[in-house]
């Protein structure tokens, strides 16, 4: 069950949902990243890399961004520091892409672009930083690299690939926080199926040396995310 990525499709990638349950989904999904660990797999990694080479002016793109989280995480940073920093979320979904500005409409420094990630429309090195946060587990190996390419030739800095990794003990507890706090089916199944199609370590590490990354590592966040980095 755990030894290699499941092929199954997620829900929310097959457009199998009412529009109802896409909008507890935007809510439920939030809930479950403020425990799960993204955040603080970002300020391991990326505002880490800010703070420690001292940055003050900086652009980052999400890909696929959600509803923008980790851009608004982003952005509460930059203002602590006095920095500049101009933020973007790209997400394909229509419904996703206007969240982002719904949920972020006190951070001006936001904005939403609505794209395909495998043809970023953006010149190469548009953007000091590239992001992606629970993003890659939805796609296959090949497109993964794809990505991982795209990513890469906007990027003139690093790109940080956050994602789940593949472990017995995150899924169960992932099904006992999904009963703890009631969490959608939707949410719940596709959650559970997220661990069995995300990553080992050795497998993103091996994704980013297929798409060329210079540099590439991959580490451990607390309680059971992969972080992979590239300069």
Known sequence: MFETRSPKLERIDTG???AAEYERFLIDIRLVNRFAGDRRALKKTLLSEIKSENVKSFSVLDVGAG????????????????????????????????????????????RSVRADALRLP???????????????????????????????RVARRKIFVIDLNRHPLAYLAYKIFCAAFRISPLVREDGSLSILRSFKPSELKALAVRAGLENAR??????????????
């Open 67 to 110: 509803s923008g989280e980790l851009l608004r995480e982003i952005a509460r940073f930059a203002r602590r520091k006095k920095a500049d920093a101009r933020l973007f979320g790209l997400e394909l979904n229509a419904r996703s892409a206007k969240a982002i500005l719904e949920e972020s409409k006190d951070f001006g420094e936001i």
């Open 16 to 18: 199998d949902y009412t």
């Open 122 to 152: 953006f010149a190469d090195e548009s953007y000091d930083y590239v992001i992606s946060s629970l993003f890659t587990h939805h796609l296959t190996d090949e497109l993964v690299v794809e990505v991982l390419k795209e990513m890469k």
């Open 218 to 231: 991959v580490r451990r966040v607390f309680p059971f995310r992969l972080v992979l980095e590239a300069g």
